[in-house]
């Protein structure tokens, strides 16, 4: 399981380019639990919506995948949240950065589905800090994420799914997209959160 005490790469590939990529940050049996609550949980996956709420939208134009929020339903969702809630109060420790929060779900890729280029967080309109995404298989082909640089067309890094890579990154920074996969995928995408309230009302999770 991953432990940013005992090597700090990972928190200086933060600070110097605002993400990392840590593989097998996950042990096996706790990825081999996600996949079974994959399958159990398997005909609840919809069709993810783009937006926030009341002005959820589903364009399968820009995405296809099909996504499940954590419902605290398995011993897996459990372990898997205070895992990233340990990596929460190490980000707040670091950086200060006031992360109040952790919202994820699962995502299904099958043949043909993609995730077109997106930010997950809109300067001043989201209180999405830092975005995770764990691989739960290693797709033989297909589903690569692809980031580009900061304010460029330039491909900054190209990530092959692996089972137990976890990616984390900037939200509002990095432009991304998830290539048409071809092999099923499976991960979890999730949200880092700071509590952008406004007029007094909480910010609601999703
Ligand atoms: O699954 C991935 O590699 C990235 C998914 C993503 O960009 C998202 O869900 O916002
Ligand atoms: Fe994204």
Known sequence: M???SADDTYLNDIEELGYTVIPNAINEELIIDLMADCYRINPQFSLAGIGRLNNLQIDDTIRKDKT??????SQAQLTYQATMESIRTTLNRTFFMGLFDYECHYAKYTEGDFYKKHVDAFKGRSNRVFTSVLYLNTPAQGGELVVYKTKSKEIEIIIK?????LVLFESERFVHE????????????????????ISGIIDPPR
């Open 2 to 4: 991953i432990n940013f």
């Open 68 to 73: 499940f929020w954590f419902d605290g339903t």
């Open 161 to 165: 799914p692996q089972a137990g890579t």
């Open 178 to 197: 998830v290539l048409p996969a071809i092999d099923n995928r499976y991960s979890i995408a999730g949200w880092f959160r700071k509590n952008a309230s």
